[in-house]
Nanobody
Framework: QVQLVESGGGLVQAGGSLRLSCAAS????????MGWYRQAPGEQRELVAT???????NYADSVKGRFTISRDNSENTVYLQMNSLKREDTAVYYC???????????????WGKGTLVTVSS
């Protein structure tokens, strides 16, 4: 079994910064892609950013230049540095660990429970 623990969400004023962290633990041999998705009230879950094991990144257009994703493969942890936050960034942010390979060779995706980010004006 694999668990994802997210932290770093909270309330921040527009223009401020937050850093999200997500640590994966359990029977993990490797993780292919890690990333962040978000879901605002009444909206569908959407991609924020992803990063592969080799460090290739992908960002939603709405966060390019403001958010930076990074990961520590030795700790199975992914980070999201969010700067210049806007009210429209308010959402529950979910961590994804994609292509998690167990020691047995079994492979699947895992999601965190989410952390709330609220940006006030």
């Amino acid at each position: 079994q694999v668990q994802l623990v997210e932290s770093g969400g909270g309330l921040v004023q527009a223009g401020g910064s937050l850093r999200l962290s997500c640590a994966a633990s359990g029977y993990i041999r490797s993780i292919n892609t890690m990333g962040w998705y978000r879901q605002a009230p009444g909206e569908q879950r959407e991609l924020v950013a992803t990063i592969t094991r080799s460090g290739s990144t992908n960002y939603a257009d709405s966060v390019k230049g403001r958010f930076t994703i990074s990961r520590d493969n030795s700790e199975n942890t992914v980070y999201l540095q969010m700067n210049s936050l806007k009210r429209e960034d308010t959402a529950v942010y979910y961590c994804l660990a994609g292509g998690v390979t167990a020691p047995s060779g079994y492979r699947m995706d895992y999601w965190g429970k989410g952390t709330l980010v609220t940006v006030s004006s």
